[in-house]
């Protein structure tokens, strides 16, 4: 599991808005560590949302970005002597 937070800050020349998402992964050894499973999920709450603002006398822009839930799902299979995958932590 990973997760990260950017509070929000105010630049020079524009306002930069707080950014929270979380990233989850879970792995399963099958066939006595000849093959893995992997199953990734990013962005588990959907909430990895840029909005950057610039603020100017003339002129405003404000933009916003939302990359998306993403799934990937893994297999790997070894052949031979060792496991498929060694996992140093």
Do not use: H
Request: charged share 20%; glycine share 12%.
């Amino acid at each position: 599991m990973t997760g990260n937070y950017l509070s929000s800050c105010q630049t020079v020349q524009s306002a930069i808005y707080n950014n929270l998402y979380m990233d989850l992964g879970f792995r399963k050894n099958l066939f006595r560590g000849k093959a893995v499973l992997n199953l990734s999920l990013m962005d588990v709450f959907a909430s990895r949302i840029e909005e950057p603002g610039i603020g100017q006398l003339a002129f405003e822009i404000y933009n916003t970005r939302q990359r998306g839930r993403v799934v990937a799902f893994g297999f790997s299979c070894g052949f031979g002597k060792g496991e498929a995958m060694d996992y140093s932590g």
